[in-house]
Antibody, heavy 119, light 108 residues
Framework: QVQLQESGPGLVKPSGTLSLTCAVSGGSISSSHWWSWVRQPPGKGLEWIGEIYHSGSTNYNPSLKSRVTISVDKSKNQFSLKVSSVTAADTAVYYC????????????WGQGTLVTVSS | EIVMTQSPATLSVSPGERATLSCRASQSVSRNLAWYQQKPGQAPRLLIYGASTRATGIPARFSGSGSGTEFTLTISSLQSEDFAVYYCQQYNNWPPWTFGQGTKVEIK
């Protein structure tokens, strides 16, 4: 069974870049899955950020596209998220998740990591 | 972008009773809809996909129905572990995938 584990700094300064990694275990990142990032501001709902396939193909939420980069490292079986020019509005729990290639539901999730944007 | 609207925001139900949660899409999403359960401090868990197919390991008391723009999640007899927040998600038109704002099911 696939397991996902997010990691990265819990505190980022305003105008800086948020960087997170999701380690995949129990399966290959090169399998037929899309690998996603979803975030949840404290006390609020879920927002899909974007996703990547092992080939490097990406899809992004248009509302965040100008600030977001998702990449994959097949040698380390992990994928990463970068959000630039962060503000307090980017404070959230960030989840990585997986969906099957031809299906839209997210069937495996990491436990999430809280990132706070503050000086 | 498709907007998903869930109602009610909060649902107060007694254990053993039925809970009915609604999700409406701003345009048709066919049957490309999923439901998730989220408990405090935990990641969302997939319950239903394809509007009505239970995910692996999900109890039969959870059922989904609907198509187009109107969807329902029914919990036939609420157990203590079912008190949580429930989100719907459409995956018919993307990007982006979009979620509803959630329905909190609380103990009455």
């Amino acid at each position: 069974q696939v397991q996902l584990q997010e990691s990265g700094p819990g505190l980022v300064k305003p105008s800086g870049t948020l960087s997170l990694t999701c380690a995949v275990s129990g399966g290959s990142i090169s399998s037929s899955h899309w690998w996603s990032w979803v975030r949840q501001p404290p006390g609020k709902g879920l927002e899909w950020i974007g996703e990547i396939y092992h080939s490097g193909s990406t899809n992004y939420n248009p509302s965040l596209k100008s600030r977001v980069t998702i990449s994959v490292d097949k040698s380390k079986n992990q994928f990463s998220l970068k959000v630039s020019s962060v503000t307090a509005a980017d404070t959230a729990v960030y989840y990585c998740a997986k969906r099957e290639y031809n299906y839209g539901q997210l069937n495996y999730w990491g436990q999430g990591t809280l990132v706070t944007v503050s000086s | 972008e498709i907007v998903m609207t869930q109602s009610p925001a909060t649902l107060s139900v007694s254990p053993g009773e039925r809970a009915t949660l609604s999700c409406r899409a701003s345009q048709s999403v066919s049957r490309n809809l999923a439901w998730y359960q989220q408990k405090p401090g935990q990641a969302p868990r997939l319950l239903i996909y394809g509007a009505s197919t239970r995910a692996t390991g999900i109890p039969a008391r959870f059922s989904g129905s609907g198509s187009g723009t109107e969807f329902t999640l029914t919990i036939s007899s609420l157990q203590s572990e079912d008190f949580a927040v429930y989100y719907c998600q459409q995956y018919n038109n993307w990007p982006p995938w979009t979620f509803g704002q959630g329905t909190k099911v609380e103990i009455k």
